[in-house]
């Protein structure tokens, strides 16, 4: 079974930091694109940051300058470093990924999601 698995997503003051984990298990062959992305309470999901296999990377205006998104190709795993985070970045996030199982299937994977509040 190919899944992806969030962590460290919790409560965090405005102005603070967190950082959130992805990891992909299962027969995986390759991983290409992958991306962070978060839905707010009655709000569509929207795409936070994406990074290709070779490192390009992408963000939302919204979080441009305060957010980074990183790699680590050998691991399978993803991380999304959220530095002066806003009441405004409250939401459910959500890692994705562009898979290709040993089997040569092709898989739009997502994690469970994880739980972002930024509050006072």
């Known amino acids: 079974q190919v899944q992806l698995v969030e962590s460290g997503g919790g409560l965090v003051q405005p102005g603070g930091s967190l950082r959130l984990s992805c990891a992909a298990s299962g027969s995986i062959f390759r991983l290409n694109s992958m991306g962070w992305y978060r839905q707010a309470p009655g709000k569509q999901r929207e795409l936070v940051a994406s990074i290709t296999s070779g490192g390009n990377r992408n963000y939302s205006d919204s979080v441009k300058g305060r957010f980074t998104i990183s790699r680590d190709n050998a691991k399978n795993t993803m991380t999304l470093q959220m530095n002066s985070l806003k009441p405004e970045d409250t939401a459910v996030y959500y890692c994705?990924?562009?898979?290709?199982?040993?089997?040569?299937?092709?898989?739009?994977?997502w994690g469970q999601g994880t739980q972002v509040t930024v509050s006072s």
């Open positions: 994705n990924a562009d898979a290709f199982t040993v089997l040569m299937v092709k898989m739009r994977l």
